[in-house]
């Protein structure tokens, strides 16, 4: 036998999909609207599985909280930015150089606000409303980076993440599985 569970998630954040294109056949038109600084109301459903019960559970769903307080933390109210895109300078003009970014073992990275401590207080909040990744934050590499956070620290208690499913919208989401 295999039992399954879900956990669902909420959290609001911005990105830009700086490699947006459209074939207008499909689309309607050419409009690239997530090329442009936007957010979202974002919904993230873990499912995860084990062939075997412990204490008649999968896992107790309280085994997610740390999950919860990553989202908290790093990516509620944050603006994910891809380290590669080509506004990088622009947003983030005090590391266009790329360099003081702080890395996490998650796979992403922060400004070092130490950096720029002389700078007014709202310089200051904005860089810390950045998150930075090496990917294009599309809801589908959204969706595989989170699995593989989910997934790599579940299987440290024997239980599997199996797949992740990212609303970015409520009629709009990207599914991985593993």
Known sequence: ??????????????????SQELNKDFALDECLKCRHLHG???????????????????????????????LDDTLDHKFIVDINDPLFSTLLPHYKDKKNLVKFSEGFMIPDITIIQDEPVHIKEMYEGYVIVDFVPTSENLSAWLLQIVHDKMKTIDVKATSLEFYETPKSKSMVTI
């Open 1 to 18: 036998m295999t039992w399954n569970i879900s956990k669902q998630f909420d959290f609001c954040y911005g990105h830009r999909v700086w």
């Open 40 to 70: 979202h109301q974002g919904k993230i459903i873990v499912h995860l599985e084990s062939n075997k019960l412990q204490n008649g559970m999968v896992t107790d769903f309280k085994h997610l909280n740390w999950f919860k307080q990553f």
